[in-house]
């Protein structure tokens, strides 16, 4: 499966937050976000997801425009922004039980890639920072998705869980998924494109160009 | 099927643990209290007066329970996730106002035999008035959602949100109180009741459409 973007622009009130916004990724493959902070890529990665509405431009699977269909990418994509999506009165297993009835699928605890079998029992709210982050990525084997939108996925996460998250987006680009990721570092992955970002200026907040 | 009841009971679990229920129903039965007790002291207290206060103590208690509808979902980002999931915003919608009619009407509904007798209202005509508010307020909880969508982001937005839905509950209210008062003297009109089923019916038809569309131009 192939997704393409197409001129991509965004605008939030008169300032425009990106434009020309053009990639192609293929199956396995994955895709980089980069930027300072404030240049859009939150705001790209709800754009693709359909969140947010695109000023110009298209996004299209396999030739097909997807830009309006709600249908499809829900089949097909995953976002997984700042927030961990987690209700902090649960306990872990109660929160995955939910996703996986929701999404009528299973995490597998035996395998178990995210390494939450020791806190099953814990309350969300006396995990760590990090245990949720962890909770959170296991949606990503829940829900068999093709593509992953992932807002810095490895937020407060330490080496070892990165390398376990590494594990899973190396499972999931060899099944044929890809991954769009945004992110400040390059956590030791080779991604096979990026977008750059870089905050664009309004004309009309520009100086006069005569000085 | 299944999907939809691990929402609807993940909803209710969150609705009916802590003290929302209780706080609604308590203040149910203290508005009904001191306005039955302030009606009182001048002497004119009727059928009318006790079952309007009813009705208005009802829908005053449902809009407690509205604002945290979307809100905390919209807030730790499982809004973002249900509208990426296979269920469509419309059924969620749906499942929203069911549990809020099942945790915050319900129990009021259960509570009102009870606080008839301080109103002054027989048994029997209680029983009546409850299956007018069968009939109502189910369109009190999906009129609500309007409202929870309306005011999504906007914080401390409780008043906004109870001026906004309140004058919407009229309608209902005003058959609602109309019927009521009518049963409790023994006036059996069914065309009365025909409308406020229709008023109701076509509440829960519409209304998922207009939120989502709300949600929808919220995100955008």
């Known amino acids: ?211 | 099927m299944k999907p939809y009841i691990y929402i609807l009971s993940h909803e209710m679990k969150f609705s009916t643990n802590g003290k929302s229920l209780l706080l609604s129903t308590c203040f149910f039965i203290i508005i009904i209290l001191t306005t039955s007790i302030s009606v009182s002291q001048f002497g004119v207290e009727t059928s009318a007066t006790s079952v309007a206060i009813l009705w208005v103590a009802l829908a005053l208690s449902a809009l407690l329970s509205v604002k945290v509808m979307f809100q905390i979902d919209f807030d730790d980002g499982t809004l973002d996730w249900l509208m990426l999931s296979p269920i469509s915003l419309e059924t969620i919608i749906v499942l929203k106002a069911i549990t809020h009619w099942l945790t915050t009407c319900l129990p009021m509904m259960v509570l009102t035999p009870l606080v008839c007798i301080p109103l002054g209202i027989t048994f029997d005509s209680a029983l009546w008035i409850l299956l007018v508010m069968l009939i109502g307020t189910p369109a009190i909880s999906f009129i609500s959602t309007i409202g929870a969508a309306l005011t999504l982001g906007e914080r401390g937005s409780h008043l906004l949100l109870s001026i906004f839905i309140l004058p919407t509950f009229l309608p209902i209210l005003l058959f609602g109180i109309k019927i009521s008062m009518l049963v409790t003297n023994s006036i059996y009109d069914s065309s009365a009741f025909l409308i406020l089923l229709a008023i109701s019916l076509v509440c829960i038809a519409i209304t998922p459409f207009i939120t989502s569309m709300i949600i929808k131009v919220h995100y955008t």
């Not at chain 1, 916004?21 to 199956?27: D, E, G, K, L, V």
């Not at chain 1, 807002?151 to 080496?159: G, K, Q, V, Y």
Request: net charge positive; with cysteine.
């Open chain 1, 1 to 211: 499966m192939k997704l393409t973007g197409h001129s991509l622009s965004f605008k939030r009130g008169e300032s425009l937050i990106f434009s020309e916004i053009n990639f192609s990724i293929n199956s396995g493959s994955i895709c980089f976000v980069k930027g300072a902070n404030g240049s859009g890529k939150s705001t790209l990665m709800r754009l693709l997801v359909g969140f947010l509405k695109s000023e110009t431009g298209s996004i299209s699977l396999d030739n097909q425009d997807i830009t309006n269909d709600r249908e499809i990418r829900a089949e097909n994509f995953l976002y997984l922004g700042h927030e961990n999506v987690i209700k902090p009165q649960l306990t872990v297993i109660e929160q995955i039980f939910f996703w996986q009835g929701v999404s009528q699928n299973t995490y597998d605890f035996k395998s178990d890639p995210m390494k939450v079998n020791s806190i099953l029992r814990k309350k969300l709210y006396q995990c760590s920072e990090g245990q949720r982050r962890r909770v959170a990525l296991t949606r990503l084997s829940i829900e068999k998705k093709r593509f992953w939108f992932l807002d810095e996925p490895t937020a407060s996460l330490d080496d070892n869980n990165i390398q376990l998250f590494k594990e899973s987006l190396k499972n999931h680009c060899n099944n044929g998924g890809s991954a769009f990721i945004a992110t400040h570092d390059n956590i030791g992955i080779k991604p096979s494109f990026e977008i750059l970002l870089s905050i664009q200026k309004s004309l009309t907040e520009q100086n006069d160009p005569f000085i």
